[in-house]
T-cell receptor, first 114, second 114 residues
């Protein structure tokens, strides 16, 4: 059972470039999330999805886009990369949003924008 | 705004001793709290959780205590081992819209010395 899988693990972008961070889960979770983690800071929610075809903004959505065409996949898109987007990105999933909210995290994508 | 924070950024503990990691929260409406462990280069891993209708919950070598009066959460690790070295995050869960959202603290680094 792979859980939550993220690719790539590392990436360096030039300012203005675009890229997609991939995330897939094989646990049949309805809920999926994208977080970013900056040094010395707590995880910040970028976007989340409560099911296929449904996405919503989190705390820091500016500069990002997401889609959820299937239950398994939740890619995060950066259209015009900026240095402020240098961070570690984590994808997560969960069974539900009510009551017990145990998130399963991927191993992260370390992104540098230069 | 509401936030979750930690008292100590770094905690050094000798192997075999007990560790206590503290967390303060300010959202009185939060009804669910989680502790995560994050090892270097990995995603956060669920350790233990507790609902707001409980004061204490025990797992394997770990205990979480919740004091709602002073809005304080603690994680106790018994007989700390080198493998416990990591950053520990507390998180509070509140319900907003169609999904619940987690707010993470900044983390405490636990260093286990031999």
């Amino acid at each position: 059972n792979a859980g939550v899988t993220q690719t790539p693990k590392f990436r360096i972008l030039k300012i203005g470039q675009s890229m997609t961070l991939q995330c897939t889960q094989d646990m049949n979770h309805n809920y999926m999330y994208w977080y970013r983690q900056d040094p010395g800071m707590g995880l910040k929610l970028i976007y989340y999805s409560v099911g296929a075809g449904i996405t919503d903004k989190g705390e820091v959505p500016n500069g990002y886009n997401v889609s959820r065409s299937t239950t398994e996949d939740f890619p995060l898109r950066l259209e015009l990369a900026a240095p402020s987007q240098t961070s570690v990105y984590f994808c997560a999933s969960s069974y539900s949003s009510q009551g017990k909210e145990k998130l399963f995290f991927g191993s992260g994508t370390q992104l540098s924008v230069l | 705004g509401e936030n979750v924070g930690l008292h100590l950024p770094t905690l050094s503990v000798q192997e075999g001793d007990n560790s206590i990691i503290n967390c303060a929260y300010s959202n009185s409406a939060s009804d669910y709290f989680i502790w995560y462990k994050q090892e270097s280069g990995k995603g956060p891993q669920f350790i233990i959780d507790i609902r707001s209708n409980m004061d204490k919950r025990q797992g394997q070598r770990v205990t979480v205590l919740l004091n709602k009066t002073v809005k304080h959460l603690s994680l106790q690790i018994a007989a700390t081992q080198p493998g416990d070295s990591a950053v520990y995050f507390c998180a509070e869960n509140s319900h907003t819209g169609t999904a619940s959202k987690l707010t993470f603290g900044t983390g405490t680094r636990l260093q286990v010395t031999l």
